[in-house]
């Protein structure tokens, strides 16, 4: 069982930056693909970003391409989000996700094996 710990959320304004970081309790945790989500007010759960294990393949959706960056530290067994040029639209709780025994493709449908427990980010007008 991976546990995920998520970090770095806050309150910014409009045109602001913070970076999330998401820690796993496993060392194996460097052999999983690993993603961030969102869930605003009212709304869905929705994907942002993966990287794969590999570090060879990241995937975002379009509403945050060219704002966020998803990287990872293996050594660490930890994944950041690094969020930039905020927008309101970005408040949400953000989750951590991991795939041990998925896919790529299943992750990016918000189907992961583990959850974070979520960070909230707040961006102000």
């Known amino acids: 069982q991976v546990q995920l710990v998520e970090s770095g959320g806050g309150l910014v304004q409009a045109g602001g930056s913070l970076r999330l970081s998401c820690t796993a309790s496993?060392?194996?945790?460097?052999?999983?693909?690993m993603g961030w989500f969102r869930q605003a007010p009212g709304k869905e759960r929705e994907f942002v970003a993966i990287i794969t294990w590999s570090l060879r393949s990241t995937y975002y959706a379009d509403s945050v391409k060219g704002r966020f960056t998803i990287s990872r530290d293996n050594a660490k067994n930890a994944v950041y989000l690094q969020m930039n040029s905020l927008k309101p639209e970005d408040t949400a709780i953000y989750y951590c996700?991991?795939?041990?025994?998925?896919?790529?493709?299943?992750?990016?449908?918000?189907?992961?094996?583990?959850w974070g427990q979520g960070t909230q980010v707040t961006v102000s007008s």
């Open positions: 996700a991991a795939a041990e025994f998925g896919t790529v493709a299943t992750l990016r449908e918000g189907n992961p094996d583990y």
């Open positions: 496993e060392r194996t945790s460097s052999s999983l693909d």
